[in-house]
Structures are given as C-alpha cells and as structure tokens.
C-alpha cells in the first residue's frame, strides 16, 4: 500500500503562484509515476501532470503547459506541483495519485488539498 497526503493548497489572486506538496509513504518502491488530478465543483476530476518515479518524464495537460511544473524528489518521497500564473478557473481540489506501471489505473489518492483563485 502506498499512502498519500498533500499540502500547499490555499487562497491566492489571480497571476500568483502556489506550490503544492505531496508526501508518499508505504511501499514507494513500487510506485512507476505520480501525478496531480483536480477536481471543480460540479466537474469531473481531470488530469493536471504527472511524473515518473524513476526517470522524470513530466506529462502536462494542455491547460497546465507553461504554468505549471510538476518535480520530485525521490530521496524525501515528495512530489511537487509548482504553479503559476494561476487563473481562477485552476480553482480545484488537487489531488496526488500514484499508479504501479504505466498502464494500470491510478490506484492510490490523496485527501486533496483545495485551491482557490480569485479574480
């Protein structure tokens, strides 16, 4: 089992910038990626980045490209979502998620942490 708890999350104006933090513990070794999902109120979640445990490799959605950048730091188990230029339609629970290879489904979440941007 792996666990997940993010931070970071909170009250910014719009063109501020957040970082989000994401602990994992449990059995890390078995985690291939780790990614950011949000969700809206009244939206599906929807993928914000993710990357590979090992070797990087970030993946952005098209709304996150040029704003956001997602990093880990395998020796603290932490993976980050800094974000910028942010936009109050990022406003959201973000959430972490990891998965075990790069085909099964994301099969571990954190609580989220909420994000709110105002205009």
């Known amino acids: 089992q792996v666990q997940l708890v993010e931070s970071g999350g909170g009250l910014v104006q719009a063109g501020g910038s957040l970082r989000l933090s994401c602990v994992a513990s449990?059995?890390?070794?078995?985690?291939?990626?780790t990614g950011w999902f949000r969700q809206a109120p009244g939206k599906e979640r929807e993928f914000v980045a993710s990357?590979?445990?090992?070797?990087?490799?970030?993946s952005y959605a098209d709304s996150a490209k040029g704003r956001f950048t997602i990093s880990r730091d395998n020796a603290k188990n932490m993976v980050y979502l800094q974000m910028n230029m942010l936009k109050p339609e990022d406003t959201a629970v973000y959430h972490c998620?990891?998965?075990?290879?790069?085909?099964?489904?994301?099969?571990?979440w954190g609580q989220g942490t909420q994000v709110t941007v105002s205009s």
């Open positions: 998620a990891a998965r075990q290879n790069s085909y099964s489904a994301w099969g571990y």
């Open positions: 990357i590979t445990w090992s070797g990087g490799r970030p």
């Open positions: 449990g059995r890390t070794s078995s985690i291939y990626s």
